[in-house]
């Protein structure tokens, strides 16, 4: 792999990482050696410096940020996002996430059978759920829950006051039949 490839392939994957990526799962990524990995990302910093992504590194690991110099304006964003309403992948994943929790991204991803990385993200900056630990096993994998905030919302004080699926479930299909 040539130094531009590289280059693009630690690009990718710092854009669709969801947390800070080590120098080291670069290099087995990549396959590429530890100097050939330093020289790219020392590149990708260089190249971002005055564009709207930054690359930090903090402990040997790398993340891509938002420039410090516009975050007035994402400030801005995210007060009118939070006003908007729900998508419906939004909803699904809130309600995956209410009647399993603890769940992972890729068991709410399997449930769904798509992505569901962006809508995560949206629920956790819109403070209806949150990280609640990690998974053991391979690659411990977050957890998520709901927040207090959710169930405020709903005017609940726990997630065991949610409707129970079989009712939920029995209410449709009376509507159903109904039509």
């Known amino acids: 792999m040539n130094s531009q490839e590289l280059q693009s392939v630690i ?5 669709v990482a969801e947390k800070p990526v080590s120098l080291n799962e670069f290099r ?8 050939e990995v330093s020289a790219v990302l020392e590149q990708i910093k260089g190249d971002l ?20 110099k516009n975050s007035e304006v994402i400030a801005k964003f995210f007060n009118e996002e939070l006003r908007r309403d729900l998508s419906q992948a939004a909803l699904e994943i809130l309600s995956i996430i209410s009647y399993k929790q603890p769940a992972t991204r890729i068991e709410v991803d ?3 059978g798509v992505h569901s990385g962006e809508s995560i993200r949206n629920l ?3 403070g209806l759920i949150e990280e ?3 998974k053991d096993g391979p690659g411990r994998p977050i957890l998520y829950g ?11 004080s726990s997630p ?3 409707p129970q699926v079989e009712e939920v479930l029995g209410e449709q299909k009376q509507v159903i039949e109904e039509t």
Not at 11 to 15: H, K, M, P, Q, R
Not at 28 to 35: H, V
């Open 11 to 15: 690009e990718s994957i710092l854009f």
């Open 28 to 35: 087995s990524i990549t396959k590429a050696k530890t100097s």
């Open 49 to 68: 410096s005055e564009r709207g992504f930054n690359l930090i590194e903090k402990d040997k690991t790398y993340q891509l940020v938002s420039n410090p």
């Open 110 to 112: 399997r449930i769904r």
């Open 124 to 126: 956790m900056v819109r």
């Open 132 to 134: 609640i630990g990690r």
């Open 146 to 156: 709901t927040t207090i905030n959710f169930l405020k919302h709903l005017g609940l």
């Open 160 to 162: 065991e006051e949610l």
